[in-house]
């Protein structure tokens, strides 16, 4: 008995549930995180395994052979009592656990003072936070939710903009001194604090917001450039220089008088921050609780 279970192509058998629920190998691609080609050759596999045709394709999509059907109506019944099975022996009581991924400078800045509000909205959960700097950060399947930046477009997942794009040029009091806020061509003689970018267009440079201000570019960039936000920002508070302030990362030190915005009015794109879930499943309590928590009003300060 074993050795035939352990035989059983388990996985080619879920994409094939996939494949077929959908009738189209794109589809099923989105839900389960794979390229269309990878789901492909699962199916290729499979038919080749069983000897047997299980789709015939067609302009639009694919449809079930005979043999198709039947294996369909097999692996769902299995499927369903394999997911009855798991969950009838987890363990009553265990804790449940919420993964979130994000990037260093949102978690630092604006996640971490609001993490203690989700044991008011869910205490049996195990907050687990994952931070990364990565430009393919969603293609990590481990993930229960995640906060990312860019411009919405995650294929396969699901994505809500949670923050708009906003940017302002800011320094500490002490680096301003007692000078009137400066003109954009007294700040591109300031020391600049750059954010290094991994591709074009990635986010808003010193160059943008010149741009945006009718001044030519920095010919020779000079100031301190960081590969990580959470530096820019410390160097920024030490009076190191005038850096890009995101909103809504820099809107509690701006309130509080530890920075200081040096435009009243902010740069803007249709990037941003966007809640990032995996598209094959729908969100559990705990994540909607969350997800309660992010859109929800800022916490007390």
């Given at each position: 008995?074993?050795s035939?279970?352990?035989?059983?192509?388990?996985?080619?058998?879920?994409?094939?549930?996939?494949?077929?629920r959908?009738?189209?190998?794109?589809?099923?691609a989105?839900?389960?995180?794979?390229?269309?080609a990878?789901?492909?050759?699962?199916?290729a596999?499979?038919?080749?395994?069983?000897?047997?045709?299980?789709f015939?394709?067609?302009?639009?999509?694919?449809?079930?052979?005979p043999?198709?059907?039947?294996?369909?109506?097999?692996?769902?019944?299995?499927?369903?009592?394999?997911q009855?099975?798991?969950?009838?022996a987890?363990r009553?009581?265990?804790?449940r656990?919420?993964?979130?991924?994000?990037?260093?400078?949102?978690?630092?800045?604006?996640?971490?003072?609001?993490?203690?509000?989700?044991?008011?909205?869910?205490p049996?959960?195990?907050?687990?936070?994952?931070?990364?700097?990565?430009?393919?950060?969603?293609?990590?399947?481990?993930?229960?939710l995640?906060?990312?930046?860019?411009?919405?477009?995650?294929?396969?997942?699901?994505?809500?903009?949670?923050?708009q794009?906003?940017?302002?040029?800011?320094?500490?009091?002490a680096?301003?001194?007692?000078?009137?806020?400066?003109?954009?061509?007294?700040i591109?003689?300031?020391?600049?604090?750059?954010?290094?970018?991994?591709?074009?267009?990635?986010?808003?440079?010193?160059?943008?917001?010149?741009a945006a201000?009718?001044r030519?570019?920095?010919?020779?960039?000079?100031?301190?450039?960081?590969n990580?936000?959470?530096?820019?920002?410390?160097?920024?508070?030490?009076?190191?220089?005038?850096?890009?302030?995101?909103?809504?990362?820099?809107?509690?030190m701006?309130?509080?008088?530890?920075?200081v915005?040096?435009?009243?009015?902010?740069?803007?794109s249709e990037?941003?921050?966007?809640?990032?879930?995996?598209?094959?499943?729908?969100?559990?309590?705990?994540v909607?609780?969350?997800?309660?928590?992010?859109?929800?009003?800022?916490?007390?300060?």
């Amino acid at each position: 008995m074993s050795s035939d279970l352990s035989r059983l192509p388990l996985r080619r058998l879920v994409v094939f549930e996939a494949a077929a629920r959908h009738g189209r190998f794109v589809a099923a691609a989105q839900e389960l995180a794979m390229s269309q080609a990878a789901v492909s050759q699962h199916m290729a596999a499979l038919e080749a395994e069983l000897g047997s045709a299980l789709f015939t394709r067609a302009h639009r999509g694919v449809a079930l052979t005979p043999t198709g059907e039947a294996l369909r109506l097999a692996v769902e019944e299995g499927l369903r009592t394999l997911q009855s099975g798991v969950s009838a022996a987890r363990r009553p009581g265990r804790k449940r656990t919420l993964q979130i991924l994000t990037d260093f400078g949102f978690a630092a800045w604006w996640l971490m003072p609001r993490i203690a509000s989700l044991s008011d909205v869910a205490p049996d959960v195990e907050l687990r936070l994952i931070t990364t700097q990565s430009d393919n950060a969603a293609e990590d399947p481990g993930f229960d939710l995640a906060i990312l930046f860019g411009g919405g477009d995650w294929p396969g997942y699901r994505a809500e903009r949670l923050f708009q794009e906003k940017v302002y040029p800011v320094c500490s009091p002490a680096y301003l001194g007692d000078r009137p806020l400066p003109t954009p061509a007294e700040i591109s003689r300031m020391r600049l604090l750059h954010l290094r970018s991994p591709s074009a267009q990635r986010w808003f440079t010193w160059n943008d917001w010149f741009a945006a201000m009718q001044r030519p570019p920095i010919a020779r960039p000079h100031g301190l450039l960081f590969n990580n936000y959470q530096l820019l920002l410390q160097a920024a508070l030490q009076g190191q220089g005038v850096g890009l302030g995101w909103t809504p990362l820099i809107d509690a030190m701006v309130e509080s008088g530890s920075l200081v915005r040096l435009s009243p009015t902010p740069l803007t794109s249709e990037r941003g921050y966007f809640v990032v879930e995996p598209g094959h499943s729908a969100a559990s309590d705990h994540v909607q609780a969350f997800k309660r928590l992010l859109f929800g009003p800022p916490a007390p300060r």
